[in-house]
């Protein structure tokens, strides 16, 4: 009986080393990956704030087609600054609203 006491406690000791390893592997292939699609993730990001909002995505469009590239870059920071700014008013109207409600 000791015997197989004994081969069960180095089985186990063998298996939880092993699943340790498994671990640490997918862990890095899962960085790897995260890496390596995080333009992807970004794009789909993209996409659905645009999807959400067609008349931001229009406008910005439009004013920036015909720009160079130094006005684009000017612009879209002024854009980029009118959106973060929209959406701070937009966020503390509805805090109020639901305040008063």
């Not at 333009?39 to 008349?55: E, N, S, Y």
């Not at 439009?62 to 160079?68: R, V």
């Amino acid at each position: 009986m000791n015997a197989r006491v004994a081969y069960l406690r180095r089985r186990r000791e063998l298996l939880i080393s092993r699943a340790a390893d498994q671990r640490s592997e997918v862990s890095s292939i899962a960085l790897h990956l995260q890496q390596r699609l995080r333009p992807v993730d970004t794009g789909f990001a993209i996409v659905q704030a645009l999807r959400k909002h067609p008349v931001m995505a229009l406008a910005s469009t439009t004013l920036l087609l015909p720009a160079s590239k130094n006005k684009l870059l000017r612009w879209s920071s002024r854009l980029f600054a009118a959106w973060e700014l929209f959406y701070l008013v937009h966020k503390q109207w509805h805090a109020v609203r639901q305040k008063k409600s």
